[in-house]
């Protein structure tokens, strides 16, 4: 069987699939991305494609997307046509549907069946649009974001068959589309992301702290974003710091392009600006996976947030490891997690109630180990990668 993938950021959801389906020699795998070219996965020829650079993709803030995506797929087809004369006819096609990078391969390859995954479709009311409550997004933006769903939904058509990871991130999307998407997670290996008992963590500056005995709080960022809450988590960080002279808080991630636009210093500024402890603030950047998986085992407790968005991995991988978990009272957050069961949650800005919720986890750690075993459960029940399955 031949497989084709195609996704901007290789591997990203599309890891373990291409991996387990490579390790069948009968197999050919394929992977086309424009990153992280680099990581090589077992078996898995990657190929990179790379639109050309226009400053029509700059010229009008709409149809940002629109042209980009078409050149995307303008290459992703040349890429294809030449896989097609040596000879790479696949059995089936699986790509990213957000980008527009697959949005021509029905003109390659025309009877090849193809699996779209469906992330995200951008609603005007009852997601992220109109999440914040002390400002609207603007009818530019609105405009923008309704002009980001024409390639998502071009995907959708020219595709014979969709996945989205979510229940709530297939509800976003139109009522007329979700009868062809399965929600299908990608699931989460419980055998890496594992509770284990640590009696020291180093920090980057020499520091050891004692996991029994210290009071380790973790939030994990990829890149800062307002999505994810930063601004809620620093003013929660001075409160904590107000509240708890022995309280450390481990950062991962750092300030970079991400879902939203920030000018440059943004978030630096802010950290600057807080009023903590910088002795006890400690902002360890991007860690190997190993290493993230470390900050989370010594983790005494742990905040997420999220708008109305995409959940996280990071989010289930620290239920997986068993973290007392404090999370906003989110949509994405509460079709996994459940308030006082398996996670304590707070409203998305309160800054205040989200140090409670920390207050209270560190106050009484076995309840907050009974939460982190909660958390490890419900994963390893309904997540793991063994046991996850479509849902029609």
């Known amino acids: 069987m031949k497989i084709l993938f195609i996704h901007p950021n290789q591997p990203s959801q599309f890891r373990r699939p291409a991996i387990e389906l490579a390790s069948d020699s009968s197999n050919e795998v394929v992977f086309l991305s424009r990153k992280n070219l680099e990581i090589q996965l077992p078996n898995v020829k990657v190929i990179g494609f790379h639109e050309k650079d226009t400053e029509a993709v700059k010229s009008d803030s709409f149809s940002t997307k629109v042209v980009a995506g078409s050149l995307r797929a303008t290459a992703v087809a040349s890429v294809c046509l030449a896989l097609k004369q040596q000879g790479f006819i696949p059995d089936i096609i699986v790509a990213h549907s957000g980008w527009g990078d697959g949005l021509f391969l029905k003109t390659v390859y025309p009877s090849v069946p193809q699996l779209n995954y469906m992330e995200f479709f951008f609603q005007p009311i009852g997601a992220d649009l109109d999440f914040e409550p002390s400002s609207s997004s603007g009818p530019n933006i609105l405009a923008a974001r309704a002009m980001d769903n024409t390639i998502h939904m071009a995907n959708f058509f020219n595709a014979d068959w969709c996945v989205s990871p979510t229940y709530w991130q297939r509800s976003v999307h139109p009522i007329e589309m979700q009868s062809k998407i399965s929600v299908l997670h990608e699931g989460v290996n419980t055998k890496l992301c594992v509770p284990k008992q640590w009696d020291s963590y180093e920090l980057p500056n020499g520091k050891v702290l004692n996991p029994l005995t210290d009071e380790i709080v973790t939030h994990i960022q990829r890149q800062f974003d307002k999505y994810r809450g930063f601004e809620t988590v620093i003013r929660a960080v001075e409160e904590i710091h107000r509240r708890r002279p022995n309280a450390h808080i481990l950062i991962v991630g750092k300030e970079g392009e991400s879902y939203t636009p920030s000018k440059p ?55 997986a490891v068993g973290c007392p978990m404090i999370c906003s009272n989110t949509s994405p957050v509460a079709e996994v997690a459940e308030d006082q069961k398996n996670c304590l949650m707070f409203d998305f800005f309160d800054a205040s109630e989200l140090a409670d919720s920390v207050d209270r986890v560190l106050d009484d750690r076995t309840f907050g180990k009974r939460l982190g075993v909660a958390a490890r459960e419900k994963i390893v029940q309904q997540y793991d990668r063994s046991v996850v399955d479509y849902d029609d």
Not at 266 to 279: G, H, P, Q, T, W
Not at 288 to 313: C, D, G, H, R
């Open 265 to 319: 210093g943004y978030y630096k500024n802010m950290i600057n600006e807080a009023d903590c402890d910088r002795s006890r603030v400690h902002f360890l950047g991007h860690l190997s996976f190993q290493e993230y998986i470390k900050v989370l085992q010594v983790s005494s407790a742990n905040i997420y947030l999220t708008y109305p968005f995409v959940l996280s991995w990071s989010f289930m991988e620290a239920m």
